[in-house]
Structures are given as structure tokens and as C-alpha cells.
């Protein structure tokens, strides 16, 4: 067991004016399973760099172990998956990898298929086995759920609960749940340290921005309150201390010894009402903006939109998946669920008229219209502007949308293949926001994107009541979701 400590770290990019971090302070066990949680555009992967040396920064960051990264750089992936372990790690026993693999639940033949070919599960599987087998290192991983099914997600959460000694950066809720016992939060005005689950920290903070805001609503009702009292005790001083010099017999000494007590009196006040305003003043810093969103969906002029009959679909000659039976009615939002390779998007690119061939009665209503979020948003480029031009949506909508998604005011006038992406994310769920359909399809459109809007996100579509078909596969946001589950 070691400690991990970082002292007055501070950060920014090269060029850029706007600190990621400024003089942060804390400290882990190396023993921990720390789960890193925080908005998109906070630092997360950017303070994983930070620890393994990628950039230069002010401050310290002291360790005795050393530090490993995930998703580690694969310099050729036409190599058979064993090369590539030896590339990640040169001094590895093979019946430690094998080790690792069984408990994973990968079958020791990827390990002789060139890397490009295995799925993004295995290789997923193989990289985090071969980064687990490397003595005195403390493995950073970096999303690792992303595009996996549901299915191996509960695999890898199982994985990771049986290690000890990482820190790992996720959205997906019950993920964190399954296999940590520390989070590490990058908050909006500090790094916060916790002993516990995502949910455990999450009611935590729940509970401490209800006390900020009773506390901000007394605390501000008392400072108006004094303001009032020291207005009128400097009136009533100002009052006695004239009345000195007014007709007739008067103790001005008394009376300036009253006036001088009154601006006493109003002077103490003054200093209470600043001490409160202080007070005040470090409340609701911490509160995460999570406006409620808006939508507006068209209500279709029949119950039933698309219905599948038997139906196959496929790729050329290879069949993706076969036999569908399923109705899309009014209202439904329903879950298409399946391993990876099972066909999910390829049933939402059918749907969405791309050019597929399919076999079976596939029927869509006339004059349906459809807002389609694909499920890789790589190809962003250009500025927010004419990305809203080109779909014909109103852009101060569609910046407000993304403005309640707390994305940056400033990330407005840079080129998109600049963002995150989770922040590309964001403009493809913000632009179909911005749609009215009577039908939305989304393919994984909670990848990379923030715990926080993932929630605004659910109350939105609980609110709205929209139809929508989703393939997730965050099991949280499925479970709160979803009313018609299709398996494939």
C-alpha cells in the first residue's frame, strides 16, 4: 500500500488562457478503487495524462508506482493479439495472460487472430488482462465501457471488483456501483475525495446541495434583514446627532454619546451582514446546472408506425440478423438489446432508409419523420453555426440546448473536430432535440456522455413521453427508460 499525492497542481493547454485545473490538492491509496466521475470538459483525461507524464504542469504529482494507461496506443493492429501483448507488455508469462482471459471470458484464441478483426469487447478484454499482468503499475482506465453490450459490461464489472489498485473513469452508474469503494469527483470549483459508490457519493451530494440551498435562502432573508436595520440605525444616528444643535436647552454630550452608540450599533450590524454575505458567498459553487430540457414530438395520425414480419436484414451477402417480429406504436420507447454484433444498428439504419437489403414485410408509415442520432459522431467538423444551418434548426435553440448540457459558452465558435467526444455527443442529442418527429431513433446516444446529463437526458424523455427507439447499453438508463424491451 502507497499513497498517490498530488499538491498544487495546475494546468492549462498550451495557447489557452482557461486553467483545467489551478491548484488542486489531494491524495489516494494505491489500494483503491477509485471511480473518477465529473462533467464532459472537466479534466478527467486530462489529469490521467497528468499523472503518467504526457504534459508539463506546475505542482507535484508523487508516486512510487508507475502509471499505465487505458486505451493504451496499438502501433500496428494487423499483428496477431499475442504480438500485441508483447508490445504492451514484453515481460509477460503466458499463463498469467491466460489467467486473466479465462476471467474475462475470453477464449485463448483471439490471441492468434490479427487485433483488428476481434470485436471492441475483446479487445477491450485483452488490453486491460495485459495491463493487469504488469508488476507495480497502477492502471489508469479510461471509459472502457463504451460500445460494449450489456453483456460484457457485467463481465468486465466483475473483472474489475476482483482487482485492487486503479482508477477508473465512467458514466455508466451501476458500472461504478459493481466496482468501487472510492470516487474522485472534478466538481465545478474543486476535486473532491469520497469513501464509497457512485450512489452512496451521489446521495451525499444530493443531501449537501439541499443544506447550501436552505442555507442561501436564510442566509440571504437574514442580510436583507440586517441591511434594513443598519439603514435605520445610521438614520437614527444621523437624527440624534442632529438634534444637538436644535432650539432650546440641550446635553449635547449625551446626545453625541447616543448618536456615536447608534453608529456603533449600525457599524456591528454592517460587519454581521458581510460576514453572511462571505458565508454566502462560498455556497451553491459546487451545484451542478441541470436545467430541465424541452422537446417537442409530433403525434402521429395512426397508433402503428413501422412494423417488422419475419424480417432479415443484411450486408451484401452476410445475413445480420433474421426473423424479426415487432411493432412500433405511439408512445412506446422501447430497448433493442442484443450483443454486440447482433444487428441493433443495422435495424435503425433500415429504419432510417440507408441502403440495406432486407428479406420480410417491413412496413413504415407514410410521411413518418424520423430524428436519427447515429452512434459515431468522428465525422464533426465546422463550426456550431453551420452545422444548425444544414439541418435546418434554429441555432439559438439548439445552443440553449447544449448551453443546459453544460457545454462550454466557449467551445461555441471553435471547429467541432476540436471537441470531445462527449461534447460531439452533445451536438448530435442537441440537434435531435431540436427536431420535431414523431419517431427517434438513437444509437447508443449515451456514449461518452456525463452522468449528469445522462439524468436530464431520462427526466426529459419521462417528461415528454416521446417514441423512440434506443439501443443502450447503460442498464440504469434501460431499466428507468425503457417501456418494451426487444432482444436479439
Known sequence: MSVIQINNLSFAYEGSYDYIFEDVSFQLDTDWKTGLIGRNGRGKTTLMH??????????????NVLFEYFPCKIEDASVDTLAVVEQVCPEYELWQLLRELNRLEVD?????????????????????????IKENHFLLIDEPTNHLDIEARRVLRKYLNSKTGFILASHDR???????????????????????????WYDNKQRQNEYERTQNKKLKREIEHLSDAAARTAQWSDKIEKSKYGSGPVDRGYVGHQAAKMMKRSKAIQSRRQEMAEEKSKLLKNIELTDSLKLSPLKYHKDKLISFEDVSVYYGERCVCEHLQFDIC?????????????GKSSILKLICEEDLSYKGAFHKGSQLKISYVAQHPSDLSGN?????????????????????????????????????????????LARSLCEQAHLYVWDEPLNYIDVFSRMQIEQLLLAFEPTILFVEHEEAFVLNIATKKIEL
Do not use: W
Open 50 to 63: 497528468l499523472m503518467r507524464g504526457k504534459y508539463k504542469y506546475s505542482g507535484s504529482i508523487l508516486s
Open 108 to 132: 485463448e484464441g483471439v490471441l492468434y487472430r490479427a487485433f483488428h478483426t476481434l470485436s471492441n469487447g475483446e479487445q477491450t478484454k485483452v488490453l486491460l488482462a495485459t495491463l493487469f
Open 174 to 200: 451501476l458500472f461504478l456501483d459493481a466496482c468501487v469503494d472510492h470516487i474522485l469527483a472534478i466538481n465545478r470549483m474543486d476535486i473532491q475525495v469520497q469513501k464509497g459508490t457512485f450512489t452512496s
Open 330 to 342: 405511439r408512445n412506446d420507447r422501447i430497448a433493442l438489446n442484443g450483443k454486440n454484433g447482433s
Open 384 to 428: 456550431l453555426t453551420d452545422y444548425a444551418r444544414s439541418y435546418g434548426i434554429e441555432e439559438s435553440l439548439f445552443k440553449a440546448i447544449l448551453r443546459k448540457l453544460d457545454f462550454p459558452r466557449i467551445q461555441f465558435e471553435k471547429d467541432m473536430c476540436a471537441f470531445s467526444d462527449g461534447q460531439k455527443k452533445k451536438v448530435l
